[in-house]
């Protein structure tokens, strides 16, 4: 009795790409999530006011906030006005060409803002700029 040439022959391996997609699908949702989650944690709720010469610059940087209540943060965590001017300092020595960018919400207070840029001054950043956003909607300019 001759065995069916099936059960003769090793069975070929198969590479089964469903299970592969899904993996990669989950992934990618993952890090879009997780990128999304940092730039909220990163702005303390603070909306940017709007700006038609705003632009994307690619510097180092460091970020300080000031929220609606005058709240102030140097990267993520909260700071005093005494610990921003000494913290600003360390991170100007170590890099003289360091960008200090400030975000203030729209619906802040513009004293508290001059204030805390001031304080950036008193560390010695010798470049400093204002966070914006691009308008919504974008009419043309009169010139």
């Known amino acids: 009795m001759r065995l069916p040439r099936t059960l003769l022959e090793p069975r070929r391996g198969r590479i089964e790409i469903i299970p592969m997609i899904d993996a990669i699908f989950f992934l990618l949702v993952y890090f879009i999530m997780t990128s999304l989650s ?58 003289p060409k360091i960008v200090v960018v400030l975000t203030g919400d729209r619906n802040g207070d513009a004293a508290g803002l001059l204030r805390v840029f001031d304080l950036v001054k008193q560390g010695d950043a010798g470049r400093v700029v204002f966070a914006t956003e691009p308008p919504k909607s974008v009419a043309p300019v009169d010139r």
């Open 38 to 95: 940092l730039t909220q944690m990163e702005t303390h709720g603070i909306t940017l006011p709007e700006s038609r010469t705003a632009s994307v610059k690619a510097e180092k940087k460091i970020v300080v906030s000031v929220t609606k209540n005058g709240d102030l943060y140097l990267e993520a965590s909260r700071v005093t006005e005494q610990e921003l001017v000494r913290r600003v300092a360390a991170k100007v020595a170590a890099d």
